[in-house]
């Protein structure tokens, strides 16, 4: 029987518990939509955040009320709000305005030569997500007594509103011997390690909390997550469920996923994820503001893959996907849809952005770009990654950098697929190819999408002559049509990515074919 895990840490607090694992990091279920508003829903999220506060500070003792006091003068410093009406009144979304002003502060104190100034980042961090849950009505949830809790740093506010009595530990990714919550912890006699570095569990995996010797215990099972140097390299074509066609060729088939509910489904033993559409795990602009949020599910959908490779797609929001908030915004009346709207208004790319980076250390993570027209656009969000992981690597985050590949759905960038030389791979969504072939609106595409299938059909033949060697999948639901079947595969495709009620379907109908699109003898 295997040894269980020993991990080597630091005590923050003296003590030992044990208990079930709570991961800090799960996602909550995708709240209601619901639009946000102005700076009046600011400084309401505000006001409720400085009550919730003021409650936890309630029969505190001084150490805890110390810090309390510290965040509701943060949440009432003038100099805050200001930064904040700057940033609307130069057009950025209220949202994204509070976001980027707090992390400017924690940014600040994270670059501080003394601990105890950049142990207090966390404590802006816990504000910040405070008033985003209050703005998209989804505050902070507590976690079960007598858990263990697990996870990158740990807020006061969460500390102090948790029961204690009942037992429990916590131990930490990162974290710091002088942060106010290990201060708490000893006050409250709470056994907690930190700089474990990363590590994975499941929720309830039995966690031993050593804060004498400064050690984690893991059940025998546990595996340590990879350094970022150290991850699985990404590659879009291999490690997916393979089938073959009659004569023997390979063929690759994975799912495509719109809901996090859908995750839990996955079952790495037999598909990878070819499509996963992000913009289906976020509600609201609240949402598309919380970087940790996005970062679980997409950590999520990684470890349950396994070694699978996972596709995630950014943001695909505008036009017919609006996000609840930014409705008023005037970039939405031109017309902007995924990528273009993602380039105008950066501030939602560059916290998506950060959340693939960090994710990308859990899997085999390629990200994808929404409604790509012209190179330049890949060349510009390449650059925003590469900015993005300067800073979260001078912030000593883990990251790693992803394969950038795009969505092929606008017909002038099918005809032209040999100019993106940037893009890592392409992948093909016949959906709205179909629907900008046909001049349709999206009401008649159920009318249009047979009459337009034989275009669609030429022009991804051709396309694939374009694709330069590069990796190249097929993800509408053409793909999972056996109808279409014979002719995709003798345009050269060879990696399909279908709804999972589709896959037996097709790949009944592989194993039928010859990889040239012909029946095989005997069919």
Known sequence: MAEPLRLKAKSASPGIAS?????????????????????????????????ELEHLADGADAESRDIIDFQIEVLRDPTIAEATGARMEADENVV??????????????????????????????????????????????????????????????????????????????????????????????????????????ADGDPVRVDGDAGAVVLKAGGM????????????????????????????????????????????????GVGLMRSEFSVASVADAANEERQLAIYRRVL???????????????????????????????SGLRGIRLLLARPEIARVQARALLRAAVFGRLSVMLPMVTFPDEVDRMRELFREEAEKLGRRALPHRMPPIGMMVEVPSAALMLDAFGSAAFFSFGTNDLTQYLAASARDDMDADA???????????????????????????????????????????LRHFSVAPARRPAIRSAIIGLNADGTRAAGE
């Open 450 to 492: 047979g009459k337009a299938a034989p275009a669609v059909l030429r022009l991804l033949a051709q396309a694939v002559k374009l694709s330069a060697g590069k990796p190249v999948s097929i993800c509408g639901d053409m793909a999972g049509d056996p109808s279409y079947l014979p002719r995709l595969l003798a345009a050269g």
């Open 224 to 271: 340590l997550i990879p350094a970022p140097a150290q991850a699985p390299a990404s590659d879009t074509q291999t490690g997916s469920s393979e089938v073959r066609t009659a004569d023997g060729v390979p063929i690759l088939l994975s799912i495509n996923i719109n809901d996090p509910a859908e995750i839990d489904a996955l079952d790495p033993a037999t598909a």
């Open 96 to 201: 994204f305005a509070w976001v980027a002003t707090l992390d400017a502060y924690i940014g600040e104190l994270e670059a501080a030569d003394e601990e105890q100034m950049r142990a207090r980042a966390v404590d802006i961090l816990d504000i910040k997500n405070r008033v985003l849950g209050a703005l998209a009505g989804t505050p902070i949830a507590d976690f079960p007594p007598g858990s263990v809790f697990v996870g990158k740093d740990m807020e006061p506010s969460r500390f102090l509103a948790h029961d204690w009595s009942k037992g429990g530990g916590i131990a930490l990714f990162a974290g710091s011997i002088a942060g106010h919550v290990a201060l708490l912890a000893r006050a409250k006699s709470v056994p907690m390690v930190v700089g474990t570095g990363r590590f994975s569990a």
């Open 19 to 51: 208990g079930p694992a709570f991961l800090a990091e799960r996602p909550d279920a995708a709240p209601a939509s619901r639009a946000v508003g102005g700076y009046s829903a600011l400084e309401k999220a505000i006001d409720i955040s400085i009550g």
């Open 303 to 333: 470890e349950q893959a396994g070694d699978r490779p996972v596709i995630i797609r950014m943001l695909d929001i505008g036009g017919d996907k609006p996000l609840a908030g930014l409705e008023d915004l005037p970039a939405l009346a």
